[in-house]
């Protein structure tokens, strides 16, 4: 049986682009997802702004494995983003 | 740990998994099609000169091109519209990457090898070499010289193949380099970014390189030529099996280690014949992963102790041949890193930059053990080949800068997940390159503190200077920020980046 990855598990990289698109939507901002390997950070899913910042990305640890990375965090407000967080964290569960 | 013979065969034995070969072929065949490529190269000979700078105009528009596209570049024969191919090489570099150029350095960790190639002074056979591991302790003390004194942020890994230098001491490797952490003259030194060239493993070992980290897995197919390859690659060796290698970078992308990089070893085979096929895989990674080579690399066949086959082969490319072959893969994979190694001879290394290169080495040994001991010449038994350019990357970069290049010792994009699709589109759209010069200016401004002698850091502050005027110019709204991690640079915080 081979080990799983985040790339590998094609259901859970789709949810994540999904996810990216209804933040976008709602809330008017790019995330990427990446897995977290020590100081790598290795691009999962989601997309940058067609409009880049080039200014340097926040990045929201979800779990210890898997980080957020936006421009636009401190757009958002503290409820919007445990909403943001939780729903990922829901998400991650049912694909484990 | 010693092994014995026996351990050493059931291991060979075991290597390839024919199952993580099948599964990605078409009718039982590989993507490199030789007479194909022949054809190719037959029915675009004499192109017109219009049609050639239509395709040096579809490069500039960072497309791939298709294979009657490169076959064609390959077949110009006039020396004025080789001229423009040249100058395209060099603006498609710096659309995509800036007037940036990455160093690093190789670190050859283990030259034990069961493989038997001709041309290589690792070869099992090659009973003149001097056979040596690293030990972890060894690592760190390579890793303390590497970036403790000399300065380097990346390194390429480099193992032979076989049982006593497997996966689990590469990713070991990796950890000890990782974890090395020492006192420089403003902040500290550490490796960010450790790439990894080494044989070609199944799913689940590059599922354990990716967890301890790697930057960019580096295999090459050394030739595409399925004849030659059989032929310098002996019956009864791993490496004798060419798909297991040529399909190890689907491996990879399977994996999830999402930056692989590719090359050839030319001189092998017709040099015509291995950029098509450098461009043929190059696609197929499109195809398949939407992700191309990270990186592209071009090594010429250089004198090795020992090695009769180097001095005996038909197919070395001259210097000029060199040049067209750089600035041909440059137009062809408009998006890629491509790395010139000091391999090369410092006069050709200046030549050959401005056709498109972006990654450099310096301050290079290839001997085992070879920084910590800091021996000062070249040791032919000791090094799988023998070094064109022995500079420091002190003279190195104050050469770059003298020429208009910024030395980078960035590896942000790692850092903050733009790797794999999300690099690709950057590259793509031409937007990488402003994250590259940002960077760049940062990265450069740490090493000038910690590691430049007095005249380089005369030559790189001038080109700062230069460099932090367009990011004003051209991003003013970012260049605020700049300023402001510059200046905890300047302070002694490292390791900010955009």
């Known amino acids: ?96 | 740990m010693r092994l014995e013979l026996a351990d050493i065969e059931t291991w060979v034995k075991e290597r390839i998994k024919e199952d993580e070969i099948t599964r990605y072929m078409e009718g039982g065949r590989d993507f490199i099609d030789d007479e194909e490529i022949i054809e190719k190269l037959d029915s675009n000979r004499n192109p017109d000169p219009e049609r050639i700078r239509d395709i040096i105009a579809k490069s500039l528009s960072i497309e791939t091109l298709q294979p009657d596209e490169t076959a064609a570049l390959l077949n110009v024969d006039d020396p004025q519209l080789w001229e423009e191919i040249f100058e395209a090489a060099g603006k498609v570099k710096k659309l995509v990457y800036d007037n940036r150029i990455v160093t690093f350095a190789p670190l050859y960790c283990s030259n034990y090898c069961v493989n038997n190639c001709l041309y290589c002074g690792f070869r099992k056979e090659n009973v003149k070499g001097r056979r040596r591991k690293l030990s972890l302790e060894e690592i760190k003390r390579e890793t303390e010289v590497l970036a403790g004194k000399i300065g380097h942020k990346r390194l390429i890994v480099v193992y032979g193949e076989h049982p006593i230098s497997d996966v689990s001491y590469i990713a070991e490797s990796i950890r000890t380099i990782y974890n090395v952490k020492v006192e420089t003259r403003k902040g500290y030194g550490q490796i960010r970014r450790v790439n990894v060239n080494a044989p070609p493993f199944s799913i689940d070992e590059l599922k354990l390189l990716k967890e301890v980290g790697i930057g960019t897995y580096q295999v090459f197919q050394e030739t595409y030529h399925h004849e030659t390859y059989a032929y310098v690659h002996p019956p009864n060796t791993i490496k004798h099996n060419y798909q297991w290698r040529l399909y190890c970078m689907h491996r990879a992308l399977e994996a999830g280690v999402d930056d692989v990089g590719i090359g050839v070893l030319f001189g092998l085979y017709d040099w015509k014949f291995e950029v098509m096929g450098l461009l043929y895989h190059s696609r197929e990674l499109e195809k398949r992963f939407g992700v191309g080579p990270h990186t592209i690399s071009f090594p010429r066949l250089q004198p090795a102790a020992n090695t009769p086959f180097i001095q005996k082969a038909k197919y070395k490319v001259s210097d000029e041949d060199f040049k067209k072959l750089i600035a041909v893969i440059r137009l062809s994979v408009p998006y890629t890193g491509m790395i010139l190694t000091a391999r090369e001879p410092q006069e050709l290394r200046r030549e050959v930059i401005p056709l498109g290169i972006t990654q450099t080495d310096a301050s290079t040994r290839i001997g085992i053990g070879a920084y910590s001991e800091e021996y000062t010449r070249q040791e032919a038994e000791r090094q799988q080949f023998l070094l064109g350019d022995t500079r420091s990357l002190d003279e190195v970069i104050r050469e770059l800068c003298k020429m208009g290049y910024i030395t980078s010792f960035c590896t942000a994009g790692y850092r903050c997940g733009r790797t794999g699709k999300q690099i690709m589109k950057l590259l793509r759209t031409g937007k990488e390159r402003w994250f590259c010069k940002l960077n760049a200016i940062l990265t450069f401004r740490e090493w000038l503190d910690d590691f430049a002698s007095e005249e380089t850091k005369k030559e790189g502050e001038r080109l700062i200077e230069k460099e932090m005027d367009e990011v004003k110019r051209e991003l003013p709204r970012v260049y605020p920020v700049l300023l402001k991690y510059y200046t905890r640079i300047e302070n002694g915080e490292r390791d900010l980046y955009f």
Do not use: C
């Open chain 1, 1 to 96: 049986m081979e080990k799983e990855t985040y790339t590998s598990n094609q259901g859970l990289v789709k949810e994540l682009d999904r996810i990216a698109r209804a933040i976008k939507e709602k809330y008017g901002i790019s995330v990427w997802f990446a897995e977290i390997l020590g100081r790598r950070r290795s691009y999962i899913a989601g997309e940058t702004e067609e409009e880049i910042s080039f200014l340097p990305p926040t990045e929201v640890k979800v779990t210890p494995t898997l980080a957020l990375l936006t421009h636009g965090w401190e757009k958002l407000k503290e409820g919007e983003r445990s909403v943001i967080l939780s729903s990922i964290r829901e998400i991650l569960k049912l694909h484990r």
